[in-house]
């Protein structure tokens, strides 16, 4: 497929938005559109071609698009990889591809309270759980692909919002975002993580009776985890392996990181460390760098 030539020289953005069905697609095109995307839903990947004709026209509306495609338009779908390879390639098209997941209990919960069917479904004989997982398989390659992965299995739709503000709210489409994310592996591994860390090795606060209902933002708990020698030991080579590797990611073209810790709960020793983790690369990066903690909340009571 050969292209217009762009008549300016400013690079086009290009956002593509995909995941699982029920994840939580229409919330992220919703996003995008607030930052001043010009956003389109359910567009057959055979129509991409044409549409980057348009973009590169020099329409102004046109500047920064995103394109949700799901497997609605599941006859197309299986052309949608090679449009994505034909993209990137554009010399005037700044291509990235946003894949929103969520663990499956989470989906079966989320379809039978909407009591919506699956697309899978609607002309398949398969149950609710066998098109979920289908779904997943097919999707495996693009999710492969992506630039952005986002776990939105605990994420309401304000927080969703949120977390997309903070990928693409940036002035330069270059700019490389690093979250850093605390979490605990009895509430389920974080899937959208990059990289994942494991803590607890590390000298319990829970066991400490005056601890336990605090968390590693606070300065008791916080203080408690660092004292040791092993934390200290751990956190060198820690940092000292991300400063190594955060480079070459940049370098590959990846737009974010996503750091994840973990602990128990995901209330104290992650907590600590990815605090202390996220302070520590904003002073030596001038990225975009942001600390969540997905389970601190659960454990110490907080109302969601």
């Known amino acids: 497929m050969q292209y217009l030539e762009e008549k300016e020289v400013i690079k086009r953005e290009l956002t593509i938005v995909t995941g699982l069905s029920g994840a939580g697609k229409s919330v992220a095109i919703q996003s995008l559109e607030d930052l001043g995307y010009f956003c389109v839903d359910n567009l057959p990947p055979?129509?991409?071609p044409k549409f980057i004709e348009l973009m590169t026209e020099g329409n102004p509306s046109l500047?920064?698009?995103a394109i949700g495609i799901d497997l609605r338009g599941r006859e197309f779908f299986t052309n949608?990889?090679?449009?994505?390879?034909?993209?990137q390639h554009h010399a005037h098209i700044h291509l990235e591809v946003l894949f929103v997941d969520a663990e499956t209990q989470k989906l079966v919960s989320r379809y039978k309270e909407t009591r919506r069917q699956h697309p899978l479904q609607k002309h398949h004989d398969l149950t609710l759980l066998e098109a979920i997982n289908e779904e997943r398989e097919l999707l495996s390659e693009i999710r492969s692909l992506a630039n952005h992965t986002?776990?939105?299995t605990k994420l309401r739709p304000k927080d969703l919002k949120k977390r997309i503000t903070q990928i693409f709210n940036v002035?330069?489409?270059s700019t490389f975002t690093i979250n850093v994310t605390s979490f605990g592996f009895k509430h389920g591994i974080q899937i959208d993580a990059d990289l994942v860390f494991d803590v607890r090795f590390l000298p319990n606060p829970y066991y400490v009776e005056t601890l336990r209902p605090l968390t590693g933002m606070d300065e008791p708990v916080y203080s408690y985890v660092m004292k040791w020698k092993e934390t200290q030991t751990f956190y060198e080579k820690l940092l000292d392996l991300l400063l190594f590797m955060i480079p070459g990611?940049?370098?590959?073209?990846?737009?974010?990181?996503?750091?994840?810790i973990g602990c128990t709960g995901g209330q104290h020793r992650s907590v600590a460390l990815a605090q202390r983790l996220s302070e520590d690369l904003q002073k030596k990066y001038d990225y975009n760098i942001y600390v969540r903690h997905r389970d601190a909340h659960i454990e110490s009571g907080e109302k969601r």
Request: proline share 0%; aromatic share 4%.
């Open 46 to 48: 055979i129509l991409l």
């Open 63 to 65: 500047q920064k698009v």
């Open 80 to 87: 949608l990889i090679e449009e994505i390879d034909n993209v």
């Open 150 to 152: 986002v776990d939105t």
């Open 171 to 173: 002035k330069d489409a």
């Open 249 to 260: 990611y940049k370098k590959e073209g990846k737009s974010q990181l996503v750091i994840a």
